[in-house]
C-alpha cells in the first residue's frame, strides 16, 4: 500500500516568494495532521483535519499560513509571504480516525533565502 | 507546553545491548504512543499502550506505562546498528474541560546511536 506521499520533497526559493505543500494521505484515513520540525521547537502540530473539515488550527503561525483539504485524498499547506524563519521540515500525517497511530511522509524540507 | 518529555536526550550504546527511554507527561491521557524517525525521513508507529495497560511487547521492543507516575519507558532489547534513530513519545492531547481532542503532542526525542 502507498503511504502518506508528499511533495515536493525539498524546496528552496526566495523570501517573499509564495511556497506550496502538497499531502495525499493514506486512502481510507478520515484524519490528517500538518506538522512543522526544527532542531529548536521539535515536531510542532501546525493544523489538523477530520473528514476534510479543520478541528485545530491554533498552531498555524501566523496568518501567511493557511491548509486547506478539498477532498478525501488531497491537502496543501501554503505560506505566503515566506520568511526565513520558515525554514524547517513539513510533515504529512494521516489515521485512520482521531487519536489513532499516525503514518507520516517523509516530509518536505523548506529553505527560505 | 510539550505534553511528553524524553529522557535522556540522547544515548549512545553498543551492539546488542539494551537501550532504555523515558517518557513524562503532564495530564491525563487514553493512550500513549511511541514513534522512531531516521534521519530525513518521516516518523514511523512503533507501539501503542492504553491507559488501562500497564505494558506491552512487539518483538524486541517492551513499553511499560505507569499512569500514577504519569510516565513511560521504551526498552529496546539486544540492540542493533539499524535501531540508530531518534526515538518520540506521543499522548493525546487532553484538554482541561476533560476529554481528549484528537491530535497527538510529540516529545523532543531521544536520540540513540548504537555502535557496530
Known amino acids: 500500500d502507498a503511504g502518506v506521499i508528499q511533495s515536493p520533497r525539498h524546496e528552496v526559493t526566495e523570501m517573499g516568494q509564495e511556497v506550496t505543500l502538497r499531502c495525499k494521505p493514506i486512502s481510507g484515513h478520515n484524519s490528517l495532521f500538518w506538522y512543522r520540525q526544527t532542531m529548536m521547537r521539535g515536531l510542532e502540530l501546525l493544523i489538523y483535519f477530520n473528514n476534510n473539515v479543520p478541528i485545530d488550527d491554533s498552531g498555524m503561525p501566523e496568518d501567511r499560513f493557511s491548509a486547506k483539504m478539498p477532498n478525501a485524498s488531497f491537502s496543501t499547506l501554503k505560506i505566503q509571504p515566506s520568511e526565513p524563519r520558515d525554514s524547517a521540515v513539513y510533515f504529512c500525517?494521516?489515521?485512520?480516525?482521531?487519536?489513532?497511530?499516525?503514518?507520516f511522509g517523509d516530509g518536505t524540507r523548506l529553505s527560505i533565502l | 507546553s510539550q505534553q511528553g518529555e524524553e529522557d535522556p536526550q540522547a544515548l549512545s550504546i553498543q551492539e546488542g545491548e539494551n537501550a532504555t527511554m523515558n517518557c513524562s507527561y503532564k495530564t491525563s491521557i487514553n493512550n500513549l504512543q511511541w514513534y522512531r524517525q531516521n534521519s530525513g525521513r518521516g516518523l514511523v508507529h512503533l507501539i501503542l499502550?492504553?491507559?488501562?495497560?500497564r505494558e506491552k511487547h512487539s518483538g524486541r521492543l517492551r513499553v511499560t506505562l505507569d499512569t500514577s507516575k504519569k510516565s513511560s519507558s521504551l526498552l529496546i532489547t539486544a540492540s542493533r546498528a539499524a535501531d540508530t534513530a531518534s526515538y518520540f513519545c506521543?499522548?493525546?492531547?487532553?484538554?482541561?474541560?476533560?476529554?481528549?481532542?484528537?491530535?497527538?503532542?510529540f516529545g523532543k526525542g531521544t536520540k540513540l546511536s548504537v555502535k557496530p
Open positions: 506521543a499522548t493525546d492531547a487532553w484538554v482541561n474541560y476533560g476529554g481528549s481532542q484528537g491530535n497527538l503532542i
Open positions: 500525517a494521516s489515521s485512520l480516525t482521531e487519536n489513532q497511530p499516525q503514518h
Open positions: 499502550i492504553r491507559s488501562n495497560e
